[in-house]
């Protein structure tokens, strides 16, 4: 892919998805390949992560060793924020899976904040 090439949105989906379903080892070389120096991952990203979130497709199936891996989402979340170039991450700490439903106020005001931040910078 050359540079400033945009990935494909397949690619995200599926690297998004291993962020989501990988045990948290698996998820920095991941982070890497798509956004490290030169990686694929070319937009600003706003993470909006409930820290209470346990969900992981596959974790009541995982093996014992994997499922104790998963879901972990305020270690998640900042591993995450720390290797995409131009990410910021809001926690809302006392929210889960869906903080957009369980506090929308909330949830509403820091995406407004981070997409008004993007257009204004």
């Given at each position: 892919m050359a540079n400033g090439a945009t990935l494909p949105i397949q690619a995200v989906g599926v690297a998004l998805g291993a962020l989501v379903n990988s045990p948290t080892h698996h998820?920095?070389?991941?982070l890497v390949s798509v956004t490290g120096d030169g990686g694929l991952l070319k937009v600003p990203v706003l993470l909006l992560i409930g820290d209470k979130d346990t969900t992981a497709i596959g974790k009541d199936v995982a093996p014992a060793?994997?499922?104790e891996k998963l879901g972990h989402y305020p270690e998640l979340g900042?591993?995450?924020a720390a290797a995409i170039k131009d990410a910021r991450?809001?926690?809302f700490p006392n929210l889960g899976h869906a903080p957009q439903i369980q506090d929308p106020?909330?949830?509403h005001?820091?995406?407004l904040e981070g997409i008004g931040r993007?257009?204004?910078e």
């Open positions: 998820v920095t070389s991941l060793e994997v499922r900042k591993t995450t991450l809001v926690e106020d909330a949830f005001k820091a995406l993007r257009g204004g």
